[in-house]
């Protein structure tokens, strides 16, 4: 029996696909390449010594994804497979909602025809919205979300609920990721964004690199301790090493579960910028600019209930986090080519 990863080419799904050849797995992989390379699955081969089915083929092809079932022993479903910029969201809502709400339909049409009835979906911190305050729990109201990318969360978390109501063979982990950043121990797979990136840690780890001129503090009148945002940043390998604690889980329990991942701290902006600058032994240039549009002061996770169900928690520390990912900026300057 086979465990099938979507988008495990990606950032977060690759690391997981490691962690999962690395516990004695079986895995197939399906990817669009939308947001990815092919270099990724070379390297999970790389890092584990173990070779594994690739599908190339889009969640919303039902006959692409039909053939897979039918060629192979399908256990449960990992799903990565998403869009996931906040700002291309705004720009091009028809495209997310299609990508990940109709894809994740599709797919768990295909999964149920197929008598396959285990997910674990990668859901975001994003859905508790801008009103409940940090420490953020599970069982706190959702919804709110301020972009179309926040929405195909919190509109796909409801899909998977309601899918378990009537089929009680139906189980489903929703995890809920805070903010994953860091890489491989290795150095040899990491984020790898398109153009010029979006989120924090890729910023700055360009900005050490000399590919950008400096980072922009956005805002620093937020009422937190250095007035700059805080966030509950998690390394990528303790994410990942959470989907494989959660697959066991589900793999003997039915019904819908919902999990924070995230470490529980909260660190601002310049709390990360700081901690890069010792890891990386150098100043990063920053100027302090406007707030961004739709960001919240302060967002971090109660971890507990993930520590206390699944028997997981995070290990690695900022320090890690910041060593980590300049260990795979520096050793791959223009990222997975
Ligand atoms: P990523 O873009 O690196 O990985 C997603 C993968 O899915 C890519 O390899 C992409 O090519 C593939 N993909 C996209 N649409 C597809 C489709 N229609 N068919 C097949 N493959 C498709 O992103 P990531 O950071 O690894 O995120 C993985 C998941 O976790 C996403 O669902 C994302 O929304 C969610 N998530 C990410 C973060 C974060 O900050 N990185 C936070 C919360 C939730
Ligand atoms: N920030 C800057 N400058 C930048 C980029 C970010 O100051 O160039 C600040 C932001 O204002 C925020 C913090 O750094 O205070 C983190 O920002 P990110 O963009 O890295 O992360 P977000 O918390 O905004 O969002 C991330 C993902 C979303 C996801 C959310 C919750 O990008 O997809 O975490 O899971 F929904």
């Not at 039909?66 to 998403?82: D, P, T």
């Not at 809502?93 to 197929?114: Q, W």
């Not at 780890?205 to 945002?229: R, W």
């Not at 660190?267 to 901690?275: C, G, P, T």
Request: net charge negative; aromatic share 8%.
């Amino acid at each position: 029996m086979s465990i099938l990863v979507t988008g495990g080419a990606g950032f977060i799904g690759s690391h997981t696909c490691v962690e999962l050849l690395n516990a004695g797995y079986d895995i197939i992989i399906l990817d669009n390449f939308a947001n990815s390379k092919p270099e990724s699955l070379k390297r999970i081969k790389e890092l584990t010594g173990k070779d594994f089915k690739f599908y190339e083929a889009d969640i919303r092809d039902a006959e692409a994804l039909q053939k897979i079932f039918s060629e192979n022993k399908i256990e449960a479903v990992i799903h990565f497979a998403g869009l996931k910029s906040v700002p291309q969201s705004i720009s091009q809502p028809l495209e997310y909602y299609d990508n990940n709400i109709a894809g994740t339909v599709c797919l768990c049409d295909v999964m149920s025809k197929n008598g396959c009835k285990k997910m674990v979906f990668s859901s975001s911190a994003t859905v508790y919205g801008s009103k409940n305050p940090s420490p953020l729990k599970e069982d706190m109201p959702t919804g709110g979300t301020t972009n179309p990318y926040g929405t195909t969360k919190y509109f796909i978390e409801n899909i998977l609920k309601d899918l378990c109501v009537p089929d009680k063979d139906w189980g489903v982990t929703i995890l809920r990721y805070f903010n994953p950043i860091g890489a491989h121990k290795s150095g040899r797979i990491g984020e790898d964004p398109n153009g010029i990136p979006g989120n924090l840690m890729p910023y700055i780890t360009q900005v050490a690199i000399g590919k950008l001129p400096h980072l922009n503090v956005c805002g620093n009148d937020y009422p937190t301790p250095d007035g700059t945002g805080v966030r509950d940043y998690i390394h990528v390998v303790d994410l990942a090493l959470g989907h494989v604690k959660a697959l066991e889980r589900l793999l003997r329990t039915n019904g819908c579960e919902v999990y924070n991942l995230g470490t529980g701290k909260g660190y601002s902006v310049l709390d990360v910028v700081h901690a890069f600058e010792k890891a990386a032994g150098m100043k990063v240039n920053y100027k302090i600019a406007p707030r961004r549009e739709g960001d919240i002061a302060c967002c971090y996770s109660d971890p507990s209930k993930a520590k206390e169900i699944l028997g997981w928690e995070a290990k690695y520390g900022i320090e890690e986090m910041c060593e980590d990912s300049w260990r795979w900026q520096s050793q791959n300057p223009n990222g997975l080519n």
